[in-house]
């Protein structure tokens, strides 16, 4: 949206559109005015660098932690200290939830989702307007269109260039890191127990044999539940975090000194209060996968 | 119009406020009680409390996503 003036609603949606590149009867485009006509081959060319980055950015930490030479006597330091913490903070974790089954993917898994979770939600302690008006402007001074028209057409202003940050406020990002947990899921029920008991037991629950149309509506909406609850608890606690960034940067545009000062102070302990959140659902997100992956090896006794 | 969206995000809010606040009290009387009958029990009743209180906080959380959703976006 290009407008000159700048309203509350237009901030708020500048800063709630993804960069979205998709297939119009045209061609490829990036045109936020051409969303609509892109159907299914529809990116979001942003949240998708930024996940990509920020896992490129985990293997690098977590790679270049590790000593160049090991010695029996050379104690560890810094960065090494820190990934080790993780490493044990999190093998801790699927030792107590996962007990005797042995499952090599589960550890390294968690251990992903963990921390590649915890990273895309650091995004959001990142100032709100920060990197999409960087970007906007970067975007604008190396493609956008000036008087003589040259450029792309749709770069009027550094405006009217999208740019949301932090991956995990885009429900396609957190949705398919669920539905990914939930298809191993799947595979491992039918590997550890048998497709036959896997069927067994999603429909001779709760009520017997006798009903097993009912038994198997009941387990279905459980078991569909399950991965939505989990990408949406992940997307809507940040979501709603950085809504209520956006919020508090409001305060500091559109109103009088005080109210600003009062939002500057309530950006900081919203921020402190966001570290909890950020960490937390992280965490969550890591101890539901491998509480899933622990339940698909659990074999009942019927 | 506009009253309805505001109305509808106003009770989306509060009412997921209400369950939480119920579910995350409950959960930490228990959560103290549990530490005064067996004290040494604490950092693995602290892990499981903070697991617990995520997943509770999360509704409303959701709740809050959607209202504002509602009110600015739709």
Not at chain 1, 57 to 73: D, Y
Request: proline share 5%; hydrophobic share 55%.
């Amino acid at each position: 949206m290009a407008k000159d003036v700048m309203t509350t609603e237009s901030y708020i949606n500048h800063h709630l559109t993804n960069l979205t590149c998709g297939k119009t009867p045209e061609g490829w485009t990036c045109d936020p005015y051409k969303v609509d006509q892109m159907g299914f081959w529809a990116f979001h060319v942003d949240s998708l660098f930024w996940s990509v980055f920020l896992g490129a950015l985990f293997i690098l930490i977590f790679k270049s932690a590790m000593p160049k030479n090991i010695s029996a006597n050379s104690a560890p330091t810094g960065m090494q200290n820190f990934v080790e913490m993780c490493i044990e903070f999190v093998e801790d974790n699927v030792q107590s939830l996962f007990g005797s089954v042995k499952n090599t993917l589960i550890a390294p898994l968690a251990l992903t989702v963990f921390v590649w979770i915890l990273l895309m939600n650091l995004m959001d302690l990142v100032p709100v307007d920060f990197l999409p008006v960087l970007a906007g402007h970067i975007a604008y001074a190396v493609a956008g269109s000036g008087a003589d028209g040259s450029g792309v057409a749709w770069i009027t202003s550094p405006d009217s260039f999208y740019f949301k940050v932090v991956p995990t406020t885009d429900p396609n990002i957190t949705l398919g890191m669920a539905f990914a947990v939930f298809i191993l899921t799947i595979y491992y029920s039918i590997k550890v127990k048998g497709l036959k008991s896997f069927i067994a037991e999603l429909t001779l629950h709760p009520f017997g044999k006798y009903l097993i149309p009912v038994n198997f509506v009941l387990e279905m909406v459980n078991f569909i539940a399950k991965p939505i609850s989990l990408g949406l608890r992940l997307f809507g606690n940040l979501y709603a975090g950085e809504m209520i960034f956006i919020l508090i940067a409001l305060m500091l545009f559109f109103s009088s000194i005080p109210v600003g000062m009062l939002g500057f102070g309530l950006h900081l302990v919203w921020a402190l209060f966001h570290i909890l959140i950020v960490a937390l659902q992280a965490f969550i997100f890591m101890a539901l996968t491998i509480a899933y992956l622990a339940m698909a090896h659990e074999t009942e006794e019927h | 119009m506009e009253g309805i969206e505001v109305l509808a995000a106003g009770i989306t809010m509060g009412l997921s406020a209400i369950g939480a606040g119920i579910g995350v009290g409950v959960l930490g009387s228990k959560f103290i009680e549990g530490i005064a009958r067996q004290p040494e029990l604490a950092p693995f009743l602290q892990g499981r409390f903070f697991l617990m209180m995520g997943l509770t906080d999360a509704v409303p959380m959701i709740g809050v996503g959607l209202g504002m959703y509602m009110l600015f976006a739709l």
